[in-house]
């Protein structure tokens, strides 16, 4: 049980494009989502917080309006990264959490390639 | 400021071989997961403590977390080439889900 899928597993898009990726709770609902971006060889460093129905809440020095989130039900989450730009490239990672306990279940990761 | 303290950051050992991993905060939290995470895949989670004292063991892994609640340790004994990977311990404060993470421990196990 736990699972969490991520969409796509990897992305190349041109500079100024608009990526989309998808983190879905496959057997468990999730009232909270969490966004991550992970560099080579670093640890991960939170984006963004996603509850279903209410805005996101992002961290210090994340772009809201360059990093769109959509919690729309309890087991999807979408991460848009808008006019991506060479510096965005990176390892994306979703995590969710159920309706009772604090564990956290992690998505495969998104690698985003732009050019 | 890093709330949370992870080291080794590197660890290249020999096959058979004991290690300890430490997570060391002045905060407290109310739980610490422990994740190990291979080259393109997400983290997976090896465990969870919650109690003060708690010590947990997963054959070959034993975790604990200290009576404060400030810290935890990952001892591996007996290391094989399979335990090679990336090392993270998180913790969580409060209600709000979120989860600090450490630096990461490198592990590599040679044969």
């Known amino acids: 049980g736990a699972v969490v899928s991520q969409h796509p597993s990897w992305v190349i898009c041109k500079s100024g494009t608009s990526v989309k990726i998808e983190c879905r709770s496959l057997d468990f609902q999730a009232t909270t989502m969490f966004w991550y971006r992970q560099f080579p060889k670093q640890s991960l460093m939170l984006m963004a917080t996603?509850?279903?129905?209410?805005?996101?809440?992002?961290e210090q020095g994340v772009e809201k309006d360059k990093f769109l989130i959509n919690h729309a039900s309890l087991t999807l989450s979408t991460l848009t990264v808008t006019s991506a730009h060479p510096e965005d490239s990176s390892f994306y990672i979703c995590s969710a959490r159920g309706l009772a306990g604090e564990t956290q279940y992690f998505g495969p990761g998104t690698r985003l390639l732009v050019l | 400021t890093q709330l949370l303290e992870q080291s080794p950051q590197f660890l290249s050992i020999q096959e058979g071989e004991n290690l300890t991993v430490y997570c060391n905060s002045s905060?407290?939290?109310?739980?610490l997961q422990w994740y190990r995470q291979e080259p393109g895949e997400g983290p997976v989670l090896l465990v969870t403590?919650?109690?003060?004292?708690e010590v947990k063991k997963l054959k070959r892994l034993t975790f604990q977390f200290g009576d404060a609640r400030k810290d935890s340790s990952l001892h591996i004994t007996a290391a094989q080439p399979g335990d090679t990977g990336l090392y993270l311990c998180?913790?969580?404060?409060?209600?709000?889900?979120?989860?600090?993470f450490g630096q990461g421990t490198t592990l590599q196990v040679k044969p």
């Open positions: 403590v919650v109690t003060g004292g």
């Open positions: 905060s407290v939290f109310s739980s």
């Open positions: 996603s509850n279903e129905g209410s805005k996101a809440t992002y």
């Open positions: 998180a913790g969580a404060r409060g209600n709000t889900g979120k989860l600090i």
